[in-house]
């Protein structure tokens, strides 16, 4: 009775309002407000979450031009304190309650969100409310924020993929402000005022053009009178007139260029694309599957696999409100750069003249219809998905016309788009490599590209509630079985998992356990790698491999209509791999690639050195991508000898989560498992880890705009009890509602990333600090760290600190859990790592369990007068570094 009256006031309200919802499908209600706002709530009791977004037809595409990146201004800005909550508030008291919060600009909208237990709606929607309708903009906060944003221009331009899409972005059109970018210039950003703020905020922020989207463990009912209480107050305002300028079509090809120093070559093409509301809109998706997503795909079969001209390949549609953009991109060797661009075009072209074949459509639209179906297993992608067509379409029922026209997309259907769409005067080419420009001119490219249209046109193919029992059982070979029933969303995850990775390797073998994931998946003693991803692709699903510090394995997704034959495709991978010599030299270029990456990410390769620095001697201090040298070097042979020596029944754990029988599933697990045989050898031991007697420090010279900075300890390991308040420790500093966010980003702006992180292994462990920042505010942000350390081993933390880290912690790990490929690989790792399947259930009560003492004591034991580890990765030298 105590929430009756409350609830009671609220539904009141809504009457009062004259306003009355429609169920516009089963479990979705829609309404409008008198002020014009709409509200949307779809009941969903998969899990005790629930997702709250406020949508906002207020993107950068509303922009002038001299107001560039005011919207992602105002998303950072708008948590930055209201007229009844000060900076950092807002987080914190989502956060507190077990939540998370966070905003997206795109071109066209802008959304704010959180995410959390099914009983943080209603201070969601207050938070909300207050950010959007009342926030102060205060003008010494905004000079802070601009120079956080200044920042995150640093890191996308230090970033080689985003800088080379924002170029192609630039010129791929010409008149329509989709060419600039989302986050603005440093020069317009730097000059908005608040004043600019509150007049674009007048302009766009109406209730008109508002959609609050609910999602989740709530009734529809009670849900709908809250936010009418929340977001109903505020005064209607008519439509803005707006008229989006006209793009021209293009009369030539056009090629932008990078020169970077970078180890890899980037390349991203753009051809014209339609909007979410054009009939071509499903057909795009539909070929963007069919050339570049998966490994069955056109691109990666033909430019990957039979020509080995790229590391990593593949395409996709960008759909807006305005026009939109076909895209293809990836990495390769620079010196293929010039061919890649002829002989993807040759792949996109060939689609006007060669019809596809019906089962290579028929795999393309399961791949994409899948992707809705998927999207359901968590609260806020069904959120997104209403908002994005409400946003757009005007009614989030338009996401269902979408789903059903993807299945309907023809053979002309494609024709007929690429006709429309894919025409060689309409190519932009972006390239980005060191000494780029020596690679091709304007006048090349443009011969390229009529070379790919003639050679296109002459060539014709040949080609019930969250919690679920779950059933455990051992096979009389030692394999333990875990199967989950989850019945509302018609899909299946698997997870098969053993004790290995980085844990088990050397110097010598660095890359090993890495190469045998990547190359298990590619070929079995029945079926070519070919045939395998055609086939798995073609019932919706998708078989990896995996590897990482304490673990490798296999998982795998697929529709439960193809569950049966997925397992028995599944069984024949897990147990029956080729490992074959062509399959794995096939497969060395990407794993090589992925390390050439890694060398050209200040973030990435800071992170591989501060491991190497924690951990070496021991394994958990070799890079986890491997040493190109190893894996330059494995033969078919060392991986048949690890599978033989890691992959073993006994010392395995399969995890199946989602909609399935259990009855059945078991007697086809144990009738296609129950013959592999455990080896008799002993499995090898964990190597002891050497203790960290004095600081280790390095650093790495690059040339870069931030510098990157990591200051970190040892820790403790999985088992140990000390991780839970350790976990605790970290939350208190992360987040949004952190101390290291709020202290060193949103009061002294000397960074736009900055954090902390964990790591636990079997045997030991690592807590790291981490910030980004400007080369001459490196100094300060070293300092902020410490000072920040120096503060938790005097101080301690709070009792409401502690709290909303235990309540941040537990809802994240609630909020990650709501895929049935998330719970699969949850229970299977805990299981065999030895805390057993049900490990979340503890995990949740002792985290809930931890005190201020028990933070303080963690603190002081692992970080006060202790050896320090500190990588330092940008433009510095070793003579400038502390």
């Known amino acids: 009775?105590?929430?009756?009256?409350?609830?009671?006031?609220?539904?009141?309200?809504?009457?009062?309002?004259?306003?009355?919802?429609?169920?516009?499908?089963?479990?979705?209600?829609?309404?409008?407000?008198?002020?014009?706002?709409?509200?949307?709530?779809?009941?969903?009791?998969?899990?005790?979450?629930?997702?709250?977004?406020?949508?906002?037809?207020?993107?950068?595409?509303?922009?002038?031009?001299?107001?560039?990146?005011?919207?992602?201004?105002?998303?950072?800005?708008?948590?930055?304190?209201?007229?009844?909550?000060?900076?950092?508030?807002?987080?914190?008291t989502i956060e507190s309650m077990g939540g998370s919060i966070n905003a997206f600009t795109s071109y066209d909208y802008t959304c704010y969100h959180v995410t959390g237990p099914s009983d943080i709606m209603e201070t969601a929607l207050d938070v909300l409310s207050d950010a959007i309708f009342h926030s102060k903009f205060d003008p010494q906060e905004l000079e802070r924020e601009k120079l956080v944003i200044l920042e995150e221009m640093r890191m996308r331009r230090d970033r080689p993929p985003i800088a080379l899409a924002e170029a192609v972005m630039a010129k791929a059109y010409v008149k329509h402000p989709y060419r600039r970018p989302i986050i603005g210039y440093p020069e317009t950003v730097k000059a908005i005022t608040r004043k600019d703020i509150l007049n674009y905020m007048a302009r766009r922020y109406r209730p008109c053009y508002i959609a609050v989207v609910i999602v989740g463990d709530v009734e529809a009912e009670e849900a709908l009178a809250r936010a009418a209480a929340y977001f109903g107050q505020a005064p209607a305002k008519p439509p803005e007139k707006f008229t989006f300028p006209k793009e021209p079509p293009k009369?030539?090809?056009?090629?932008?260029?990078?020169?970077?120093?970078?180890?890899?070559?980037?390349?991203?093409?753009?051809l014209p694309g339609p909007n979410l509301l054009a009939p071509e809109a499903p057909v795009i998706d539909v070929i963007a599957a069919l050339l570049g997503q998966g490994e069955s795909s056109r691109l990666y079969r033909k430019l990957r696999r039979e020509k080995g001209l790229v590391h990593t390949i593949s395409s996709y549609a960008f759909i807006p409100q305005g026009p939109g953009l076909f895209e293809i991109a990836g990495t390769a060797p620079p010196e293929n750069l010039r061919e890649v661009i002829k002989a993807a075009l040759v792949e996109v072209f060939r689609l006007k003249y060669d019809p596809v074949l019906p089962e290579e459509l028929k795999k393309a639209r399961t791949m994409v219809a899948s992707s809705f179906v998927y999207s359901r297993e968590t609260m806020q992608g069904e959120a997104r998905k209403l908002g994005t067509f409400q946003m757009i379409a005007g009614d989030p029922l338009k996401a269902r016309e979408y789903y059903e026209a993807i299945k309907k997309v023809s053979t002309e259907d494609v024709r007929a788009a690429a006709e429309k769409f894919f025409t060689p005067q309409a190519v932009v080419a972006g390239l980005l490599a060191q000494g780029v420009g020596e690679l091709i001119s304007p006048e090349e490219l443009k011969e390229l590209v009529e070379e790919a249209q003639l050679e296109a046109s002459g060539i014709r193919p040949g080609e019930e509630r969250w919690v679920t029992p779950t059933i455990k059982k051992k096979l009389a070979n030692g394999?333990?079985?875990?199967?989950?029933?989850?019945?509302?969303?018609?899909?299946?995850?698997?997870?098969?998992?053993?004790?290995?990775?980085?844990?088990?390797?050397?110097?010598?073998?660095?890359?090993?356990?890495?190469?045998?994931?990547?190359?298990?998946?590619?070929?079995?003693?029945?079926?070519?790698?070919?045939?395998?991803?055609?086939?798995?692709?073609?019932?919706?699903?998708?078989?990896?491999?995996?590897?990482?510090?304490?673990?490798?394995?296999?998982?795998?997704?697929?529709?439960?209509?193809?569950?049966?034959?997925?397992?028995?495709?599944?069984?024949?991978?897990?147990?029956?791999?080729?490992?074959?010599?062509?399959?794995?030299?096939?497969?060395?270029?990407?794993?090589?690639?992925?390390?050439?990456?890694?060398?050209?990410?200040?973030?990435?390769?800071?992170?591989?050195?501060?491991?190497?620095?924690?951990?070496?001697?021991?394994?958990?201090?070799?890079?986890?991508?491997?040493?190109?040298?190893?894996?330059?070097?494995?033969?078919?042979?060392?991986?048949?000898?690890?599978?033989?020596?890691?992959?073993?029944p006994d010392k395995g754990v399969l995890a199946i989560v989602g909609d399935v029988d259990e009855k059945k599933t078991l007697a086809l697990v144990e009738k296609l498992f129950s013959d592999w045989k455990a080896p008799n050898e002993p499995f090898p031991r964990d190597k002891d880890v050497p203790p960290l007697l004095e600081p280790r420090i390095s650093t790495i010279n690059l040339e870069r705009e931030q510098v990157h900075i990591i200051l970190g300890f040892r820790a403790t390991s999985l088992y140990d009890e000390d991780r839970f308040p350790l976990e605790v420790l970290n939350a208190v500093l992360a987040g949004q509602g952190g101390r290291l966010f709020t202290t060193l980003r949103d009061q002294e702006a000397l960074a736009y990333s900055v954090t902390s992180f964990l790591t636990f292994g079997v045997n030991t462990g690592g807590i790291g600090f981490y910030i980004a920042t400007a080369p001459e505010k490196r100094r300060d942000a070293l300092s902020g760290l410490w000072r920040e350390i120096t503060r938790l081993n005097q101080q301690g933390v709070t009792e409401e600190e502690v709290r909303r880290a235990e309540r941040w912690i537990v809802g994240r790990y609630q909020t990650s859990l709501q895929t049935n490929s998330a719970q699969a690989m949850e229970q299977a790792l805990n299981e065999v790592l030895g805390l057993g399947y049900r490990f979340g259930l503890r995990y949740v009560q002792k985290i809930q369990e931890v005190s201020p003492e028990d933070v303080q004591e963690v603190a002081r034991k692992y970080l006060e007068n202790q050896p320090y580890v500190l990588v330092t990765v940008g433009p510095v030298s070793e003579a400038e570094a502390d």
């Open 251 to 270: 009369t030539s090809p056009v090629l932008v260029t990078l020169d970077r120093p970078v180890q890899e070559g980037y390349f991203h093409f753009a």
């Open 1 to 92: 009775m105590k929430r009756l009256v409350p609830l009671l006031s609220f539904i009141l309200i809504f009457l009062a309002q004259g306003v009355w919802s429609m169920e516009i499908a089963p479990g979705l209600h829609k309404t409008v407000l008198e002020n014009g706002l709409t509200v949307i709530v779809e009941e969903n009791h998969r899990a005790p979450v629930v997702a709250v977004q406020v949508w906002v037809k207020a993107g950068s595409a509303y922009e002038k031009d001299k107001e560039a990146g005011i919207t992602h201004l105002i998303e950072h800005m708008i948590f930055k304190g209201t007229e009844k909550r000060g900076p950092g508030e807002i987080a914190a």
């Open 479 to 648: 394999l333990t079985v875990l199967i989950t029933p989850q019945h509302d969303v018609p899909a299946v995850a698997m997870t098969l998992i053993f004790p290995g990775g980085l844990r088990f390797e050397t110097k010598e073998t660095n890359g090993l356990f890495r190469t045998m994931a990547a190359t298990w998946t590619k070929g079995t003693k029945k079926h070519s790698a070919e045939i395998l991803a055609a086939t798995i692709e073609g019932m919706g699903g998708q078989i990896e491999g995996f590897s990482g510090r304490n673990t490798f394995g296999l998982e795998a997704n697929f529709l439960s209509d193809y569950f049966k034959d997925g397992l028995e495709l599944f069984a024949e991978i897990a147990l029956e791999p080729a490992f074959s010599p062509d399959e794995l030299e096939k497969v060395k270029p990407e794993l090589l690639s992925a390390i050439a990456r890694q060398e050209d990410d200040p973030l990435q390769l800071a992170i591989r050195e501060f491991y190497r620095l924690l951990f070496s001697p021991h394994p958990y201090g070799l890079n986890v991508l491997g040493d190109p040298e190893v894996i330059k070097n494995l033969t078919s042979e060392d991986l048949k000898n690890a599978y033989k020596r890691f992959v073993r």
